[in-house]
Every structure is written in structure tokens, then in C-alpha cells.
Nanobody
Framework: VNLVQSGGGLVQPGGSLQLSCRNFGRFFSLSAMAWYRQVPGNQREWLAQIETDGVTDYADSVKGRFTISRDNDENTVYLQMSNLKPEDTAVYYC???????WGQGTQVTVSS
């Protein structure tokens, strides 16, 4: 298993959570990394991506609320989520873009 996720859980609307994804593959610093989410019955939705030089991009649905970052010394990519809404409830996945490998997924539930 190359990508191991942690974080997630239950949070109230308006709350915050941070997801982590450690990449055990080689040359992490050379990989663009991305976060996706999926609701049962729906296609997997792209959320954010961070390039090797730190440039980031976001889906409109999370722009201004989610922040993707990376720590090349720790071989880890993060997704900081704030102002969470019930519609953010999903299973979240990280992805090593060039290798097309995925984390195991972690459940995020936003509910009061």
C-alpha cells in the first residue's frame, strides 16, 4: 500500500477537519497529489490538486473552504477542511497523480 490516509470522522456543520495522506512511494516530491471524494451512487469528484512546485487548484465546490498542502520531508499531503457543510459528507481519497495510486479512503460525516 503506497498511500495511507488518516483523519476524518464526524463533525458538526461549520466545523473543521484535517485529512492526511502519507505516500510511501519513492520520490514523493516529484508527484503531483490530489484529493477526491465520493458519495455512494455518484462518481468520484475531484476536489483539489497540488503540483510539485506547490501550485494548487481547487474545485469550485470547495474553493475558499478547503486547503491542500504538502510536506515533502514527511512525504505527506494534507487537506484542511473548514466551514464544513452536510453536503461535504463523503468518503475522501487521496491520489498520487502520475502513478495513479489511491489511498484507502476515509469517511467524513458532517451532521449535527
Amino acid at each position: 500500500v503506497n498511500l495511507v490516509q488518516s483523519g476524518g470522522g464526524l463533525v458538526q456543520p461549520g466545523g473543521s477537519l484535517q485529512l492526511s495522506c502519507r505516500n510511501f512511494g519513492r520520490f514523493f516530491s516529484l508527484s503531483a497529489m490530489a484529493w477526491y471524494r465520493q458519495v455512494p451512487g455518484n462518481q468520484r469528484e475531484w476536489l483539489a490538486q497540488i503540483e510539485t512546485d506547490g501550485v494548487t487548484d481547487y474545485a469550485d465546490s470547495v474553493k475558499g473552504r478547503f486547503t491542500i498542502s504538502r510536506d515533502n520531508d514527511e512525504n505527506t499531503v494534507y487537506l484542511q477542511m473548514s466551514n464544513l457543510k452536510p453536503e461535504d459528507t463523503a468518503v475522501y481519497y487521496c491520489r498520487d497523480v502520475p502513478r495513479n495510486t489511491w489511498g484507502q479512503g476515509t469517511q467524513v460525516t458532517v451532521s449535527s
